[in-house]
């Protein structure tokens, strides 16, 4: 039952806390490794396509929780007509290419989750974590491995207790993602002001659901 997911709660810097009123991180565990997309997985996917339509996809930005990440992007020097917001990315995605397109069975289990309910999701391998996950910025002279170069200090960024495992919106840290051998994944929710708490949970929800079918 939906009742029964209690996500962990991350930590959010202080300054970011006081900065961002709303900002949070929830995250809960499921289990691998995501291969191919089981039938029942596939034909869900198929029929989200289907009830989603232009439409939805015009009018999609207007709904409360998409509207509230894209003020958010905003705040942090966003411009969310560029740098889209992940449900409208899905969207997107959507309208190029006539449905959402299965992929591994997690990917799909992100994509379900994400147009159902708005809420920016990310993946990790739980194996290559060290600790509970946060947000913070970017300390001077840090990187995210796999990515050439510094991060700009003060770079918003989702880590664990020892170093960014990804960008809070975009990249993930080399290493740190989900792969096919993949046996633990960690399944992380962004709440920013206006998100309220029951998507939150739903979204995580609806990933462990859709993980869960065989």
């Excluded at 300054?15 to 191919?36: M, N, Y």
């Excluded at 939805?56 to 560029?82: K, N, S, T």
């Excluded at 990917?107 to 947000?135: H, N, P, S, W, Y």
């Excluded at 990515?147 to 003060?154: C, D, H, S, T, Y």
Aim: proline share 7%; glycine share 12%; hydrophobic share 40%.
């Amino acid at each position: 039952m939906q009742d029964e997911l209690v996500p962990e709660q991350g930590w959010v810097a202080p300054i970011l806390r006081d900065e961002f009123p709303g900002l949070a991180i929830a995250w809960t565990d499921v289990e691998g490794p995501s291969g191919k997309s089981p039938q029942p997985v596939r034909k869900r996917l198929a029929e989200l396509s289907d009830r989603f339509h232009g439409g939805h996809a015009v009018h999609m930005r207007e709904r409360p929780i998409p509207w509230a990440y894209r003020v958010f992007f905003r705040q942090i020097g966003l411009d969310p007509d560029r740098t889209r917001t992940p449900v409208e990315e899905l969207a997107l995605q959507r309208m190029k290419s006539g449905g959402f397109k299965t992929q591994s069975q997690l990917d799909d289990a992100l994509t379900i989750a994400t147009i159902e309910t708005g809420v920016a999701l990310r993946a990790f391998d739980r194996q290559k974590l060290e600790g509970g996950l946060g947000i913070r910025d970017s300390a001077p002279g840090e990187s995210l491995e796999g990515r050439p170069g510094e991060l700009p200090q003060g770079t918003l960024v989702i880590s664990d207790e020892r170093r960014p495992v990804g960008l809070l919106f975009g990249a993930t840290a080399g290493g740190r993602g989900v792969q096919p051998h993949t046996e633990g994944i960690t399944v992380a929710a962004i709440q920013v002001k206006g998100v309220p708490q029951i998507a939150i949970e739903e979204a995580l929800w609806l990933v462990t659901a859709v993980m869960a079918v065989e």
